[in-house]
């Protein structure tokens, strides 16, 4: 009886465990066919959101659109802004160009002028008397020289006085010349350079009285033909320059 028991018992635990692992794969099945159901759920979704994604372009190129209008419109009104201001300065310049004296540029001119055109001097000599020749001043001594040329003064340049002036002419004649000589006569004592100096200075135009000199006394005519002398010797220089 009780072999016949224990039987029972085995084969109702083998039905038992053998429903179990059907039960188990059912619900494998099931579960694999539910996350298969959500695969393809996601999937949808995924190519819904591409569809959305891919409607956005058309929406882009009116974006596009718009934006390409406002920056030819911010373009449009640089160019008139600048046009504006090009104009704006031609007219300044053209007032300023009515407003300019019509001798404002011979003046300019003259001022780049390398020589100086004594053709036209002033003189102090009737107007009959022969013209001054046309002369080319290119130094600034020579330059100063054709200047005076143009004085009323008839004492102008004609010293009645040089032995006044020759101390002082000296002092500035020695203060230039006397290094040069130092650097050129080296092995010169002081006073052999100063001896030197001061003979250039007898021959040298800076000299009082290697200039135009008259008599303290001399009359107007005299100075007037000393300063004649003069100016012929400063026009024969200059016209051969």
């Not at 016949?4 to 084969?11: D, P």
């Not at 040089?162 to 006397?178: D, G, H, I, Q, W």
């Not at 000199?213 to 005519?221: P, Y």
């Amino acid at each position: 009886m009780g072999k016949k028991q224990s039987g029972e018992n085995t084969k109702k635990a083998a039905g038992n465990a053998k429903k179990a692992e059907v039960a188990a794969q059912k619900m494998t099945a099931e579960s694999s066919k539910k996350a298969a159901v959500e695969d393809g759920e996601w999937a949808k979704g995924s190519k819904s959101n591409a569809k959305k994604f891919i409607t956005l372009p058309k929406h882009d190129k009116t974006f596009s659109k718009e934006l390409h209008r406002e920056e030819a419109d911010a373009k449009k009104a640089e160019a008139a802004r600048k046009k504006a201001e090009k104009d704006a300065l031609l007219a300044a310049e053209e007032k300023d160009a009515r407003a300019t004296p019509k001798g404002a540029n011979a003046k300019t001119a003259t001022k780049k002028s390398r020589g100086l055109d004594l053709s036209q001097l002033d003189s102090s000599d009737p107007p009959t008397a022969k013209a001054n020749p046309a002369l080319n001043a290119t130094g600034i001594d020579n330059a100063l020289d054709a200047l005076s040329l143009t004085s009323n003064n008839p004492s102008e340049k004609i010293d009645r006085h040089p032995e006044r002036r020759y101390k002082a002419a000296y002092a500035v004649f020695e203060s230039k010349r006397l290094p040069e000589l130092e650097q050129e006569h080296k092995g010169l004592r002081r006073q052999q350079r100063v001896d030197l100096c001061r003979k250039e200075f007898e021959k040298s135009p800076e000299n009082p009285f290697n200039q135009a000199n008259a008599q303290f006394d001399s009359t107007r005519e005299e100075v007037r033909e000393i300063r004649e002398k003069e100016k012929e010797k400063v026009e024969a220089r200059l016209a051969a320059k």
